[in-house]
T-cell receptor
């Protein structure tokens, strides 16, 4: 059953904590992406990766970090430097950086 | 910088009506354009992908057109149903190897 799995579905973070959102795909896709969605806003790009061990900053990378050590995994860490992290986070992948993109079901992060 | 606009932000129609959702982009030099559907609290579902060399794509009751020169795409939904109620997002890829840039979406409500 191929697809993109994001976990957890809901995540609560205390002030000053770092948290890591998981994104795994078994589609053998090379490219992976992280977006943030806020109410009334479109999706905004945080980071993307075209191949293993390489990634690029998107429009709102400050306060976030990523790694791409394996083709199937692209975890996103929300650091304490991100001042307003409460949002819906979406991970996507595509077979290459030019083809149709597919999304996971998202992780809703709330700061408590 | 590429910007994507979707008008209207919200649309309500009775069941059975044919409707058109609009997407415009500021830089006509795009690589491809993709339409998505998003249900509340869920991830994005890919509907149609149009390459820059194509004029339209069809899937079931959905037809997406692309006019690069005018920076516009439309998503036509035939014989709308209550199950079509969702937010529809348009996204463009400016060059191969870059990430999708999203509009804010049109929220569609189809009443029975």
């Amino acid at each position: 059953d191929g697809g993109i799995t994001q976990s957890p579905k809901y995540l609560f973070r205390k002030e000053g904590q770092n948290v890591t959102l998981s994104c795994e795909q078994n589609l053998n896709h090379d490219a992976m992406y992280w977006y943030r969605q806020d109410p009334g806003q479109g999706l905004r790009l945080i980071y993307y990766s075209q191949i293993v061990n390489d990634f690029q900053k998107g429009d709102i990378a400050e306060g976030y970090s990523v790694s791409r050590e394996k083709k199937e995994s692209f975890p996103l860490t929300v650091t304490s430097a991100q001042k307003n992290p409460t949002a819906f986070y979406l991970c996507a992948s595509s077979i290459s950086g030019s083809r149709e993109a597919f999304f996971g079901q998202g992780t809703r992060l709330t700061v408590v | 910088k590429q910007e994507v606009t979707q008008i209207p932000a919200a649309l309500s129609v009775p069941e059975g009506e044919n409707l058109v959702l609009n997407c415009s982009f500021t830089d006509s030099a795009i690589y491809n354009l993709q339409w998505f559907r998003q249900d509340p609290g869920k991830g994005l579902t890919s509907l149609l992908l149009i390459q820059s060399s194509q004029r339209e794509q069809t899937s079931g009751r959905l037809n997406a057109s692309l006019d690069k020169s005018s920076g516009r795409s439309t998503l036509y939904i035939a014989a709308s149903q209550p199950g079509d109620s969702a937010t529809y997002l348009c996204a463009v890829r400016s060059q191969a190897g870059t990430a999708l840039i999203f509009g804010k979406g049109t929220t569609l409500s189809v009443s029975s």
